[in-house]
């Protein structure tokens, strides 16, 4: 079974960062959406500055590549995205 939820971890120059998300809908309805996310994350986790600006790299390619389907749905995702820095210290999340 395939469902919306989504999550992936990587090591960046900025520290280990890691996105935890659902996308609206399931089965494969889901797929565009999850892929967009995660293809997206794992490309500008290494180069955004912050987890703004990595928010806003995601959004975008949400934007570009998942549309509505047939029926209407749109694609949404909601996300938590956190950066815990080099060496330690505090903690960033972005929701």
Do not use: W
Not at 11 to 35: C, N, Q, Y
Not at 68 to 85: H, I, K, Q, R, S
């Amino acid at each position: 079974r395939i469902g919306g939820d989504l999550y992936a971890v990587q090591e960046t120059p900025f520290g280990l960062r890691a996105i935890v998300g659902d996308v609206v809908g399931k089965g494969m309805r889901a797929v565009p959406a999850v892929s967009a996310v995660l293809g997206a994350f794992r490309e500008a986790a290494e180069s955004a500055p912050d987890l703004g600006v990595l928010a806003q790299r995601l959004n975008h390619a949400l934007e570009r590549d998942c549309h509505a389907d047939e029926e209407g749905a749109e694609c949404c995702t909601t996300a938590l995205l956190a950066e815990f820095p080099p060496g330690g210290g505090t903690v960033t999340l972005l929701s």
